[in-house]
């Protein structure tokens, strides 16, 4: 409608060419439907989302809004994958620690887990905790990362810099993030919607070149004359190709994740190594699971569409409709 007005929609007879992958959007609608409704009052979780991209072009494959488009009682017309802007927990640690390789820092650099007060030196308080509420000692970023570790990963914001992160994260296509969340953006406190968290995470499987996300391939009228074709172009480099891959191996090290969250669980796959981060709010409205493997990227929220808190586990959902998801496509 933006492109070509109303009245030519209304009346010129346009065919239109998506990028959708038929059998994909099935299984994603049928997945996200059935988890959805079977977990809902377990997890006081009314809804989820999914959307999935071919890293190599950015062509969204699949898109799922809510579960239920006919259910009003969940706002079901409302789509959630673009037009929702939700906290992303711990999925966003990721790209903070990108920032800090890009600087230097390796997965083997060695960091101080111990409760720290990160306001003392302004008079304020912001202490944050362990998903366990345990301190680890020293730990390798690869098992802060792995083990979701909280209090590491505000440590390497505060190497970095908020807003040395924000402006690398802009590189993978986020337009929503704010630097009032200061260090606690790296936990997810500032928001994003599905769709560009889940091509940013298809950036770092596409060797870190990064492609705007794409929908519709072709419109034609009734003639048949083309009257808007997508062309592939060249991606524009977010991070550096060895850079990307030494994220992608951090996040298929599910040796690394085994001491916090045992081994072969929603985050792996049975055939083939994937790359995989999940996250949950504080306050758990929101829950996800984002990952990829080279041809395919896929990000899982789950949470209700007003957001209200849900029992905890949503990310356990997120994680099965997620892993569901990855094998049937």
Request: charged content about 20%; glycine content about 10%; overall charge neutral.
């Amino acid at each position: 409608a933006d492109q070509f007005g109303e009245k030519t929609i209304d009346s010129h007879g346009l065919k239109v060419i998506t990028t959708i992958d038929y059998d994909k959007q099935v299984a994603a609608e049928k997945i996200v439907k059935e988890n959805g409704e079977k977990f809902a009052k377990q997890y006081n979780a009314n809804n989820a989302a999914l959307v999935a991209i071919d890293p190599r072009t950015a062509q969204i494959l699949a898109l799922v809004g809510s579960r239920d488009f006919e259910n009003e009682e969940i706002d079901g017309q409302f789509n959630v994958a673009i037009l929702g802007r939700r906290q992303p927990g711990s999925s966003f640690k990721p790209f903070v620690y990108a920032a800090a390789f890009e600087k230097g820092y390796t997965p083997d650099t060695v960091i101080y887990d111990t409760v720290t007060n990160f306001d003392q030196r302004a008079g304020g308080d912001y202490t944050p905790k362990n998903y366990d509420g345990k301190e680890h000692g020293l730990v390798t970023i690869r098992k802060s990362l792995q083990g979701s570790l909280n209090i590491p990963a505000v440590k390497t914001l505060y190497l970095v810099g908020t807003k040395n992160a924000i402006d690398f994260a802009k590189r993978f296509g986020y337009t929503t993030l704010s630097d009032s969340a200061g260090l606690s953006l790296v936990l997810g406190g500032s928001e994003v919607s599905l769709l560009e968290h889940t091509n940013a995470y298809a950036t770092l499987a596409n060797n870190g070149s990064y492609h705007q996300p794409v929908s519709i391939l072709r419109v034609i009228d009734n003639k048949g004359s083309v009257l808007s074709e997508w062309k592939e172009a060249p991606g524009e480099e977010a991070v550096k190709p060895e850079l990307a891959a030494t994220i992608s191996s951090v996040l298929s090290d599910d040796g690394a994740r085994a001491y916090m969250f045992g081994r072969n669980g929603s985050l792996t796959l049975p055939d083939r190594p994937a790359a995989a981060k999940t996250g949950t709010t504080n306050d758990y409205k929101d829950a996800w699971t984002m990952g990829y493997v080279p041809s395919l990227a896929a990000g899982v929220w789950v949470g209700n569409t007003k957001p209200s808190t849900m029992k905890g586990g949503g990310n356990t959902l997120a994680g099965l409709i997620w892993n569901q998801f990855m094998k049937a496509a």
